[in-house]
């Protein structure tokens, strides 16, 4: 069964350096997806992205935040900055379309940042 | 805004007890319901989804969640929980937009044989 996959599956850096989150979404999904889940609390949607654009973004998702689509299978999200409080598990997803279906999650990168 | 409440954060249960799952959403208009679970060490994967019809949802190994409009909840069940099920479980609404979930806090579930 088609899975999307997360490297690294935990990245240790120090405050105020640039990290780069990669996904890989399942190939035949348009849609493309990253939300967050700091310890203890809910999972938080981030961003969604479709087409090479983004189409919706959370408060959470400022300018510190970009993703990208470099190729036809990587979907990424880097941080510009790092800060203490960015600390969580970062999840990618995809889905085939928009709205009610399914979105397909990763297992998840665990970001530490000290 | 829409949010999403589970009301228990840790279950802990013996292996064929009942199990219901409480999630409340804050949304009245059309919703979309979803649960998701995280075994230990895996992702997160859909249990079942409600878009619309009959709202006794039936899923995957043996869950099932029903739709209160009236009392705007989506709660999971499963009659008799094996070892196997303890998991996190998290319940998500679609956004009006239909672009992105909104989960709930989660609840782990612990299950002793």
């Known amino acids: 069964e088609p899975e999307v996959t997360q490297t690294p599956s935990h990245q240790v850096t120090q405050m105020g350096q640039e990290v780069i989150l990669r996904c890989v979404p399942i190939?035949?999904?348009?849609?493309f997806y990253w939300y967050r889940q700091i310890l203890g609390q809910k999972v938080e949607f981030l961003v969604s992205f479709y087409n090479n654009e983004i189409s919706e973004k959370s408060e959470i998702f400022d300018d510190q935040f970009s993703v990208e689509r470099p190729d036809g299978s990587n979907f990424t999200l880097k941080i510009r900055s790092t800060k203490l409080e960015d600390s969580a598990m970062y999840f990618c997803?995809?889905?085939?379309?928009?709205?009610?279906?399914?979105?397909?999650f990763g297992p998840g990168t665990r970001l530490t940042v000290t | 805004a829409q949010s999403v409440s589970q009301h228990n954060h840790h279950v802990i249960l013996s292996e064929a007890a009942s199990l219901e799952l409480g999630c409340n959403y804050s949304y009245g208009g059309t919703v979309n319901l979803f649960w998701y679970v995280q075994y230990p060490g895996q992702h997160l994967q859909l249990l079942l989804k409600?878009?619309?019809?009959?709202?006794l949802v039936k899923g995957i190994k043996g869950f099932e969640a029903e739709f209160i409009k009236s009392k705007f909840s989506f709660n999971l069940r499963k009659p008799s929980v094996q070892w196997s099920d303890t998991a996190e479980y998290f319940c998500?609404?679609?956004?009006?937009?239909?672009?992105?979930?909104?989960f709930g806090k989660g609840t782990t579930l612990s299950v002793s044989s």
């Open positions: 409600y878009f619309s019809g009959d709202p």
């Open positions: 190939s035949n999904h348009l849609y």
């Open positions: 998500a609404v679609m956004n009006q937009a239909g672009t992105a979930l909104i």
């Open positions: 997803a995809s889905s085939e379309r928009e709205g009610y279906y399914e979105q397909y």
